[in-house]
């Protein structure tokens, strides 16, 4: 399993920065103007458009990764992703709770396999690799309580589907989820120590809070349980982007 623990002792392990940018070029730029930086996430953005070859880049540089690529789909389709995935390297991999029991059990066995059979991506033939950890996403934090009840129908309070659908990830073998700050304390309580709360909403208290609307800063999101913070903006879009990184980290401290 790769090396993740709910509790990293350094500050700046804790922290995952967003490779939020549409090229490969400008996503090297990112990463070697903040070099301090060990755990970056590739979103659908950036591998649609530079493929997997973005993640031989970060590797090359001694880099952790967070491949966000929230995957939803049937079973059979969601593990021959998932082997796919599995063979990179990676460190975390998303996938949706609500693709159901069956999708995630089926997640959580391909990525093993993937692993033992990786290829790079040439598609050569590598030794294995560790597998990735999968983390579920919840509910995306863009769907409010309003929008879960209306539009999607769902007929439980926002907190506790969120509940559900951790239990859901939990009893399927993953190994975490990704949720809002605000909703770590109680997963911390029901799901355990060693569950992984990886928290994006994450904004320090003289960062811009853009369209994130339901915020903790990094302080308050330590103290509620997360495991990771992924902050993208306050860093990179900070004027100086390595002292806004350093304040982080001496934050939560
Ligand atoms: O710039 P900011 O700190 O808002 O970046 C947060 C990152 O976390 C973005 O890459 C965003 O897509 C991602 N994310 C999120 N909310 C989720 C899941 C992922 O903001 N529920």
Not at 169 to 190: H, K, M, N, W
Request: proline share 9%; hydrophobic share 50%.
């Amino acid at each position: 399993m790769a090396d993740l623990t709910p509790t990293p002792v350094n500050p700046a392990d804790r922290i995952i920065v967003p490779l939020d940018v549409p090229s490969r070029e400008a996503a090297i730029a990112l990463m070697d103007a903040l070099p301090q930086v060990g755990f970056w996430k590739v979103g659908l953005e950036l591998f649609v458009s530079a493929g997997p070859s973005i993640l031989t880049a970060l590797k090359e540089r001694g880099k952790r990764i967070f491949l966000d690529l929230k995957f939803h789909d049937i079973p059979n389709t969601m593990a021959g992703a998932c082997r796919a995935a599995g063979g990179y390297g990676v460190d975390l991999l998303t996938v949706h709770a609500p693709a159901g029991k069956a999708a995630l059990m089926a997640a959580q066995a391909a990525v093993l396999e993937g692993a033992m059979a990786s290829r790079d991506p040439a598609g050569t033939t590598t030794a294995p690799v560790s597998p990735p950890q999968i983390i579920a996403v919840t509910l995306l934090t863009s769907i409010q309580a309003r929008a879960l009840a209306f539009d999607l129908k769902v007929p439980l309070e926002l907190p506790d589907y969120v509940l559900q659908m951790a239990l859901l990830a939990q009893d399927a073998g993953l190994a975490g989820v990704v949720c809002s700050p605000q909703e770590a304390a109680p997963l911390r309580l029901t799901c355990g120590d060693d569950f992984l709360l990886v928290c994006p909403g994450v904004r320090p208290h003289w960062a811009a809070k853009g369209d994130q609307s339901r915020v903790l800063t990094p302080q308050q999101a330590i103290a509620a349980g997360a495991s990771y913070l992924v902050i993208g903006r306050p860093i990179t879009q900070a004027a100086d982007p390595e002292i806004a990184f350093q304040r982080i980290c001496d934050e939560i401290g």
